[in-house]
């Protein structure tokens, strides 16, 4: 081959691998008349085939790139977790939080702005702009049932705002807690088509569930399971996850400083466990002496004050469950006080690392720009911790409630790695001020009224206001789509779309009086449910949060009726003197129940943990026999088999050395599992009963270098959950160890904990050998056989 043509097909090679066939596209300020966005991916153009055999004498068609319109801002979308309408000092509360006052002092409030009343369901009607049940978001990932509107799968007719985004030029990124994807998905078995980097965002890092420990976190770099520092005493998820997304900004803006992105930044702060920095929660102490009571007066006046709440606005009366601050004993009011402050500090930290966020933004002169929205809650603040609230939250899972003296002593070390605590009910109700009711709580704005911060200076050209018009999570996606300049999409991947539930809110970025354009919205979350309709709100409760089962049938569910116009706190309840209007909202709301995929409301709390009463996919699929290999580590709770009120058998097929060491099989940590290990040569078991007590079984007789069959034969003792058993300990057939396990976890061993085999991966359950966990042997394999009662 002579020269000449070896450098045409080499030209040719390299023109059909790095430059194809592409289009030059004009980059219009809004919709583009040249480009069709509805339908994604934008369709590249095609050309007729080259002729030419020289590329010297052949001219090459525009590079075809899909760009956004033409100065497209930056959004980033900040959402706290559990936080109540009058916590953040921005809106009243006693939480300082000067990232959001900063803010809102150059941007808007928005104090009529509404979330679902639960976690999962929010997240997923904010990312992509429809209602939760249109998502089939019904309640969260881990309580999905077989119906429409509750499986937990979204629709391929429903395109998260990050994929569309991406699809129109932006780079996407999603940091901190996820609980979109349905459990039985969150294994490396996937599918993973319901995980962020498969939902629009080209980088994750965070968690995937519905907590995690701030300390010691399940932390996910897009489906890679991770391990931060852990070993830094300064290290807390909330830095961490700020220190990722400044980096991955940085990267990208050094990288592609004209390309735009979106980021999701969704603290798990201030969800349970309430984790927080010492030097946090120390600048509260002494800050909550006066109480629940006196602090929902307090916000309020300062709700006023702030012009947040119309002065004529009064307190709601407060759950009859919740007691009188003034009637409590001093332990209990010393107790509450401390839950607080850790609260508090938790708040203000998460608010300062938000600080690092924005001001890294403005470092790189991107915050004009920038269309910010800062969400405080995707909820009400929660109730779920009781009355007295929990140092332990894995009780409340088990059924065991926590007394006074359990968590007075652990007072001084709420807030640290040593507890996964959750404070009292009051507290959240006082989060709500001026409200009456808490997360979970659809029938009121308790649970769905949250604050909002919206920025963007060079989009708005009005500074620090407040804006009252009624709107949802729904419509943040559509508001985004306007600013942006692109349409919501008809078609994506050949799938047409279901026309987009949201409406934009930029009519009312600069003009205060522009009347409502959301008229209608109905909310629902395990039965308590409402309907707000043009100024005028009707609900029911039909069960409050720390209650297991509802109230009464739902057929008999008293309702109450709100002119929300003229009360803003929903005060005073009009049903008795206008039957009429509540009539007419119960049918609107049954049409509405019927239009997204509300119905049938399923209220079955503690049936719909379990998947195969509630209809939902189980990875085991009833399976009594799992058998796992070296390797098999992260295995979550909802994606292994089920050992809980029932005898178990575990057999390890293990080749020691002489005084092996280390862990053969664990599901759990140190707030509640079960580990079988080996020390110096002796098998053990050891249960950890919720971090409150710990019963080990150690076997009397070491086991030779060599291969072994060792097995742990747990006999369970007693009906019903969580009751205790006989653990037996053999080597090879022979029994070399036995002991009492006299209580057991019936319900769950935690949320941001795992089963491993070969090491115990995140917090050990039992301390004896942490940070010393790796097996040092050969694991050739290990069943686990369970039965139901022997």
Known sequence: MNSKLLAVLIMTTLYCFLTPIQAAQEQPSGFSSTIDRKTLPIKEPTYPAITELDARNAKAPPRFEVKPPEKAPNVVVILIDDMGFGHSSAFGGPINMPTVEKLAASGLKYNRFHTTALCSPSRTALLTGYNHHSNNMSSITETATGFPGGTGIRPQAITPMAEVLRQNGYSTAAFGKYHETPPWEATVSGP????????????????????TSQWHPMVYDGTTRVFPDLNNPNYHFTTDMTNQAIAWMNTQQSLTPSKPFFMYFATGATHAPHHAPKKFIEKYQGKFPEGWDKLREATLAKQKQLGIVPQNTVLAPKPPEIKDWNKLTAVEKRLFAKQMEVFAGFGEHTDHEIGRLIASLQDRKLLDNTLVFYILGDNGSSAEGGMIGMANENTYFNAVPETLDMQLKKINELGSEHAYNHFAAGWAVAGNTPFTWTKQ??????????????????????????????????????????????????????????????????????NASAP???????????????????????????????????????????????????????????????PEKLAELQKLFMDEAVKYNVLPIDDRLLIRLDPVAAGRPDLMGGRTSLTLYEGAVGLPENAFINVKNKSVTITADVTVPAKASGVMIVQGGDFGGWTFFMKNGLPSYTYNWLGLEQFDVVAKQKVPAGQHMLKLDFVYEGDGGGKGGTATIFMDGTKIGEGKITKTQGGMFGVDETADVGVDQNTPVNPAYKGKSKFTGKINKITVETFPKK
């Open 192 to 211: 993973f088509d319901r995980w962020p980097t498969h939902s629009g965002f080209d980088k994750f890092y965070g968690f995937i569930g519905g907590e």
């Open 516 to 578: 409502d354009t959301r008229k209608t919205q109905y909310f629902e979350i395990f039965g308590n449910r409402g309907l707000y309709h043009d100024g005028w709100f009707a609900g029911t409760l039909h069960r409050a949060p720390w209650e297991r089962t509802p109230r009464r049938p739902l057929t008999e569910d008293i309702w109450e009726l709100y002119n929300v116009n003229e009360d803003f706190s929903q005060a005073i309840n009009l049903v008795d003197k206008n």
């Open 441 to 510: 709580v659809a029938s009121n704005f308790g649970g769905t009224r949250n604050g909002l911060v919206v920025h963007w200076p060079a989009g708005i050209k009005t500074k620090n206001e407040v804006r009252s018009q009624f709107h949802h999570l729904i419509d943040i996606a559509p508001t985004v789509y306007q600013a942006v300049g692109i349409p919501a999409p008809r078609s994506v991947n050949g799938i047409e779309q279901r026309p987009i539930e949201g409406m934009s809110m930029n009519y009312s970025f600069d």
